[in-house]
């Protein structure tokens, strides 16, 4: 069994890497189930093992905490929906491209379900959407935008940190870092992409594809 918690209002950062660290080491010894947390945050910019300290472009607007997961900087803010996943991968098969891979595809579905085609790029983190409307790229490809980021971090086995999608947050929040250590792209969101989805709407289709998508590994 997973459990489910959704949690309303702002969630302070240290507050939620409390419980992760906890929840982990609960799951490995057997004391509790594994666990997916939405939750929303506020404004503040999190540095994975691969940030570089150019990246963090305006580092006195928000609060910047060392996240210890996989990737470099990123924002989270009100209006984006972050998916903490506690999942262990003793029985969902220890494999962690294996799993990444398994959260991409969790999302690609769950933004499907508001016909928005979320696409995977290679060497570049995250879920990205192509914007036609905007000046094409250099190479006369569409300009593509990212909507959701992944970092996951790993102890024995199990997974925590995990994944944020672009609801209705304020993008211009995203300017204080290069988001993911990239800067040829932009940021969306499903507002953004004039879609008037809430974060109920996206919780609804995030647990409807979970069962679908990520309990295939179980």
Request: proline share 6%.
């Amino acid at each position: 069994m997973v459990e489910w918690i959704i949690t309303d209002g702002l969630t302070a950062y240290p507050e939620a890497l409390a419980f992760m660290e906890q929840r982990v080491d609960a799951i490995a010894k057997g004391e509790a189930e594994e666990c997916v947390w939405l939750l929303e945050h506020p404004p503040l910019y999190t540095a994975g093992t691969s940030a570089k300290s150019a990246d963090l472009i305006d580092p006195q607007r928000f609060p910047v905490f060392d996240a210890r997961r996989g990737g470099e900087y990123t924002y989270h803010g009100p209006g984006q929906r972050v998916v903490y996943v506690m999942l262990d991968l003793n029985r969902r098969g220890r494999d962690i491209r294996k799993f990444v891979q398994s959260l991409e595809h969790w999302v690609i579905a769950t933004l499907d379900s508001f016909n928005i085609k979320g696409e995977i790029r290679e060497g570049r983190v995250g879920v990205w959407v192509q914007r036609p409307e905007k000046p094409a790229q250099p190479d006369g490809s569409p300009a593509e935008d990212k909507i959701a980021a992944i970092g996951i971090r790993m102890r024995k086995w199990i997974s925590f940190h995990g994944i944020s999608i672009n609801v209705d947050p304020e993008l211009d929040h995203f300017t204080g870092i290069v988001p993911c250590g990239i800067s040829a792209h932009g940021v969306t969101s499903l507002v953004d992409l004039g879609l008037p989805v809430t974060m109920d709407d996206l919780d609804v289709a995030l647990r409807q594809h979970f069962d679908r998508v990520m309990e295939g590994q179980a």
